[in-house]
């Protein structure tokens, strides 16, 4: 598996930031495969190999949001979501959000632009990244799940599908849920960046962050949407959260899977195992590159 990471000036944060890259390198060969094998390593322990590099070779691109507290860098050296990717050929791209919750905040800082205009558009310039929808897709764990979420649900022509993670903490379809946080003494007295972050509850009814008007708009448009996946360990804090996105979503008619993860709690165990069930099992992957321009 080949890692980067890129750090470049973003126009949406107006500052430098980092991104962690995974591409499936070790399924391609760098010279015709039928050409008379040449030793070395790979002639004494073969590995299968899916193709030799190309100029106009586009993967399918998989979004993984971190976690708060987390960094793009983390995903990489807390779980296996790169041996994950290789086993599936396909790329990941993990931005760093730091705890924005993934939005353009009250403060004046557009992560969500960062994330859903500015991202796409440098990954697809600069990388082999392809830039069809049906090649795209988000997911994330904890914060990132809740980012994943959001950002799904408001841009639907960019995704095919999203996989939320143990999301419960920021975003959510349940608005009264999160005006009561915003409300409430336990974010202002442990997380005051939740406030800062979303504002005064008494403004919350319409505004960017009303997950809710946004989900029924979209559906109301007759607009392609995304497939959603939402996944939570049975132990996790946040279950009843997570959940009631669940029940919204359906009742709203969107397309979307729910998976009660026995004996899973928060934390990376769950974060890992459900990293490669997304890869393996919940998104529709080709499992090869194509080739476009």
Not at 58 to 82: M, P
Not at 266 to 289: G, S, V
Request: glycine letters at 8%; a negative charge; charged letters at 25%.
């Amino acid at each position: 598996m080949g890692l980067c990471r890129f750090n470049f000036r973003s126009q949406a944060l107006e500052r430098y930031v980092d991104i962690s890259i995974a591409y499936p390198t070790d399924a391609y060969s760098y010279y015709d495969l039928e050409r008379e094998k040449r030793g070395g390593h790979d002639a004494a322990f073969p590995r299968p190999k899916m193709g030799v590099y190309q100029p106009d070779m586009k993967f399918q691109t998989v979004y993984l949001i971190h976690g708060g507290g987390d960094d793009d860098s983390l995903t990489y050296r807390y779980t296996n979501a790169e041996r994950f990717a290789q086993n599936n050929d396909v790329m990941l791209v993990t931005p760093n959000v730091a705890n924005s919750f993934g939005v353009d905040t009250v403060y004046g800082v557009n992560y969500q632009a960062f994330i859903s205009e500015e991202l796409p558009a440098v990954v697809q310039g600069l990388f082999s990244s392809s830039p069809r929808r049906e090649d795209n897709f988000i997911i994330g764990y904890a914060m990132g799940g809740n980012v994943a979420l959001g950002t799904a649900i408001m841009h639907p022509e960019k995704y095919a599908a999203c996989v939320d993670i143990s999301g419960g903490i920021g975003l959510t379809l349940c608005s009264d849920t999160i005006k009561e946080e915003l409300k409430g003494d336990h974010f202002k007295s442990f997380f005051p960046i939740f406030n800062s972050t979303f504002g005064e509850a008494e403004q919350f009814d319409h505004s960017r962050f009303d997950m809710y008007e946004e989900a029924k708009r979209h559906k109301e448009s007759g607009e392609p949407l995304c497939k959603f996946h939402i996944c939570c360990g049975s132990k996790e804090f946040i279950r009843t959260r997570v959940e009631g996105d669940v029940r919204v979503l359906k009742e709203l008619g969107y397309d979307v899977s729910y998976i009660c993860a026995e004996g899973y709690d928060h934390d990376f165990t769950m974060w890992n195992d459900y990293i490669e069930i997304a890869l393996n099992q919940l998104l529709e992957l080709k499992r090869a590159y194509s080739a476009h321009k």
